[in-house]
């Protein structure tokens, strides 16, 4: 029998950038993986900060799937979501995970926030879907741009592709500071992907 090629593996998180998560969390993220049939390709580039984005993003399971891509990377990334999704009885769990709720009538606060967390520890990475919903966006927000300027890091794109199941950890694209050049570079890249609901992208 040959050897199984790992879902995911920590040695594709740069040491300064894993999380204090232990064995047991590393172990849950690749059998999540493994039993939905997943895998993930690509490292996690050597950087001080990163900005993660994740498309195409049309369905629940997209968050299950980022959830386990992050503990079997042992990845310390911090991840913005809408406040509503904090439920009572949860919270903890989300908090523990990188989650950082928000609320997008704020956007100047959620952006002081994210330059806070820049200025701690050896590293950051923060993640975030650039749509903003799982419903097909026929324009998606800018915020994500202000928050890697705000970084001052590049971004790091990353890919749900449904026909192969796997999660492609793939380009840095540095903002030429046109935010609409910007958007229009970045959906052209993520074209080549198909998320699990094609019509929803």
């Known amino acids: 029998m040959?050897?199984?090629?790992?879902?995911?593996?920590?040695?594709?998180?740069?040491?300064?950038?894993?999380?204090n998560r232990g064995a047991v969390s590393r172990w849950l993220?690749?059998?999540?993986l493994r039993v939905l049939g997943w895998r993930v390709e690509g490292q996690i580039p050597d950087l001080k900060r990163l900005l993660v984005i994740g498309a195409p993003h049309t369905?629940?399971?997209?968050?299950?799937?980022?959830?386990?891509?992050?503990?079997?990377l042992n990845l310390r990334m911090r991840w913005l979501a809408k406040h509503?999704?904090?439920?009572?009885?949860?919270?903890?769990?989300?908090?523990?995970?990188?989650?950082?709720?928000?609320?997008?009538?704020?956007?100047?606060?959620?952006?002081?926030?994210?330059?806070r967390l820049a200025r701690k520890g050896k590293g950051v990475v923060i993640g975030i879907t650039p749509e903003g919903t799982r419903k097909k966006a026929l324009k998606w927000k800018t915020g994500f741009l202000r928050l890697a300027k705000a970084l001052d890091c590049p971004i790091l794109m990353v890919a749900i592709n449904f026909p192969t199941k796997t999660i492609v950890i793939g380009d840095l694209y540095?903002?030429?500071?046109?935010?609409?050049?910007?958007?229009?570079?970045?959906?052209?890249?993520?074209?080549?992907?198909?998320?699990?609901?094609?019509?929803?992208?």
């Open 2 to 19: 040959g050897i199984k090629t790992p879902t995911v593996h920590q040695d594709q998180t740069p040491v300064h950038l894993r999380a």
């Open 29 to 32: 993220g690749r059998t999540v």
């Open 59 to 72: 369905s629940n399971w997209d968050f299950v799937l980022a959830m386990a891509t992050i503990l079997g």
């Open 84 to 115: 509503t999704i904090f439920k009572r009885g949860v919270v903890w769990f989300m908090e523990w995970l990188g989650g950082i709720p928000t609320d997008r009538t704020q956007p100047q606060a959620i952006v002081e926030r994210v330059a």
């Open 174 to 201: 540095h903002p030429s500071g046109d935010n609409n050049y910007d958007l229009v570079a970045i959906k052209q890249y993520y074209d080549q992907f198909q998320g699990i609901h094609k019509d929803q992208f």
